[in-house]
């Protein structure tokens, strides 16, 4: 079984400045993990995501992502949040068995605010 | 390349009546899935198609929920007879299987948002 948890449901961040958006995965294989993006009205998009290469991932728009084993953790991270940046944003879990395409499993979501 | 598209983008019926729900893949995408967010909760899977194929439908709900892939390409998604509790948005994603050492990144639709009264 797999699971993931964002562990804010709400962050709140001034322009200009670094945003961190938490999230713990659990997983029984080797997983495939993923952060999508929800603008409003907008579908879901893809920011990035970790494949089993480097644990350090670089996205789309700034955004880049640690996978660290040890602590199960994928936090989402940009150094300097703009305005374009408030939106939903989705952690997500994937397992490999097999190497076969699979369900995705989501996280319950981060609303991101971004102050002027 | 055109994206997934869905249709319709908003629906809105009564308890008891009948949607259908369609979704587009991206062309030449063997995998086809349908997902849901219900309001204040995760989005959830419902069920996963390979070709024509379901792969897996353990994410539906109950047997009101019939979902098709008619030679392959397009799918729809039936909700008959709809109740309140079915009411939220109903997300298409397709991706192309590129094996074990590929990528099988989803890409999603923009969501039908079903609202049943």
């Known amino acids: 079984a797999q699971s993931v948890t964002q562990l804010d449901s709400h962050v709140s961040v001034s322009e200009g400045t670094p945003v961190l958006l938490r999230c713990n995965y659990s997983?029984?294989?080797?997983?495939?993990l993923f952060w999508y993006v929800q603008h409003p009205n907008k579908g879901l998009q893809l920011l990035l995501k970790?494949?089993?290469?480097?644990?350090l991932v670089k996205g789309i728009n700034g955004f880049e992502a640690e996978f660290k084993k040890s602590e199960t953790s994928f936090h989402l991270t940009k150094p300097s949040a703009h305005m374009s940046d408030a939106a939903e944003y989705f952690c997500v879990v994937s397992d490999l068995r097999g190497g076969s395409a699979r369900q995705l499993t989501f996280g319950s979501g981060t609303q991101l605010t971004v102050l002027p | 390349e055109a994206g997934v598209t869905q249709f319709p983008s908003h629906s809105v019926i009564e308890k008891g009546q009948t949607v259908t729900l369609r979704c587009d893949p991206i062309s030449g995408h063997d995998n086809l899935y349908w997902y849901r967010r219900v309001m204040g909760k995760e989005i959830k899977f419902l069920l996963h198609?390979?070709?024509?194929?379901?792969?897996?439908e353990s994410g539906m709900p109950n047997n009101r929920f019939l979902a098709e892939r008619t030679g392959g390409t397009y799918s729809t998604l039936k909700v008959q007879p709809a109740e309140l509790e079915d009411s939220g948005v109903y997300f298409c994603?397709?991706?192309?299987?590129?094996?074990?050492?590929?990528?099988?990144?989803?890409?999603f639709g923009p969501g039908t948002r079903l609202t049943v009264t």
């Open positions: 997983s029984s294989y080797s997983p495939s």
């Open positions: 198609f390979v070709k024509e194929s379901k792969q897996d």
């Open positions: 994603a397709s991706s192309q299987e590129r094996g074990l050492a590929g990528s099988y990144e989803q890409y």
């Open positions: 970790y494949t089993s290469a480097a644990t």
